[in-house]
């Protein structure tokens, strides 16, 4: 009889082999049919995003790094942004200022 191997993962046992004689061709909670990276020091299956991550509490300082980068590159975006939205409004009051609008009219429509 055939044996077939596949993975234990859930939030009681992040990780184990198991060995049975059915044949799964789709993931079936709490086992995964896909072997996890062996670059994975305790690997987890993130069920709500279908892949394997890093569960080892040592890599938790390299994920709070990562997340501080991408924090960075957020506040960038969103100064950006609001660059953009005052640069705007100045050019809305100017224009309708030139039109001989006050600017209470174009502060009222920005609202």
């Known amino acids: 009889m055939q044996q077939y191997n596949y993975y234990f993962s859930n939030d009681s046992v992040p990780f184990d082999t198991i060995t049975t004689t059915h044949e799964y061709k789709e993931n079936h909670y709490p086992i ?11 690997p987890k299956y993130d069920w709500a995003k279908g892949t394997w ?5 040592e890599s938790q300082g390299e994920k709070i790094h990562a997340l501080q980068e ?5 506040q960038s975006v969103i100064a ?9 409004k100045m ?15 174009v502060n009222r429509r920005a609202l």
Do not use: M, R, W, Y
């Not at 996890?36 to 305790?42: A, T, V």
């Not at 991408?70 to 957020?74: G, L, P, T």
């Open 91 to 105: 050019l809305a009051t100017l224009i309708a200022t030139k039109k001989g609008e006050s600017t209470n009219d």
């Open 32 to 42: 995964v049919v896909t072997q996890p990276d062996p670059s994975l020091k305790e």
């Open 70 to 74: 991408e924090v960075k590159k957020f």
């Open 53 to 57: 991550i890093e569960n080892a509490a």
């Open 80 to 88: 950006q942004l609001t660059s953009i939205a005052q640069t705007q």
